[in-house]
Structures are given as structure tokens and as C-alpha cells.
């Protein structure tokens, strides 16, 4: 049995939802990893908090912990390495001196803005085999999963929100 055999199996077992999600996920995650790595010197959990923290200037990591569901610590350490490298600062709240809130530097929003560019094409790229038609039902499903109660917890598998 050929991989692709092997791979046509799993995406059409009794889990066949969960793992072509995950496939596409994991197979996204991969190629977009690589090159985030590769030409930025960074993880994709930098890049990522790096969009969340200009998208929403003041934002806590706590916060950024629920619009990218990932450990808190490794949220705190992608902060910490965007903010040696000078692509955002921390300041302390105002209404909670202990409280830290992140801003991204002319800096950090330039080399986000080509990270973005390239995740556009990516995008493109990515979902190129689906028409316009498709590719609105598809956002309008992912969607409606995203905001279920159940994607960040389990009542089967007995687990609160991540």
C-alpha cells in the first residue's frame, strides 16, 4: 500500500473529520513554519502573537492565549523574544501597574507587513482548489466550528477550556 493509499484510508475512516482537519492544519503549519523559520528566525507562535499584538495594541498575553490557542508559557516566551528583537514593547496598565500590556514597534509592523504579503499568497495558494463558491461555504463552516463551545474544551474527554 502506497502513502497516498494510506493517507486516502485515514481521510475516509470513522475519524475522517477530525483528521482531515487536522491534515490540513498540520500540512499548512508545516510549509508556513518552515518558512517563517527559516526567513525571519522565528516560530510560528512569534509570528503569530506578533499579528495579535498589532491587530489589538495593548493587548495582554492572556488574551493573546485565547485568539491563538497555545500554553500560556509559550505565549510568554514568544513576547520575550519579540521584544529583544524590538518587534514589540511591553508597557505597564494603567489601571494595573502589575498588569503588562504589548504594543508593536514601527519595527515589528514592518517586517509584519512582508510576513502577512507572504501569507496572502499563501492563502491563495492554500485554498486554490476550491471556486470562490467553495471557498465562502468553507470559511462560513470553519467559522461556525470556531465559535462552537466545544473547540476549546471536552466534556468527552473531560477537559476545561486550554
Known sequence: MTLDDKLARVLADDLRDLMVVSYIVLGNNSVTNRFIEQAYQMPVHAWSSLYAIAKFPGIRAKEIRRIFPRPQNTISRAISQLEQRKFVRQEASEADGREKRVFATAYGLEVLAEMTDYSL??????????????????FSLACKIAAGPQLLQSNVMGQDEA
Open 121 to 138: 499568497k499563501r492563502q491563495t495558494e492554500l485554498f486554490s482548489p476550491l471556486s470562490d463558491e467553495e471557498r465562502q461555504v468553507f
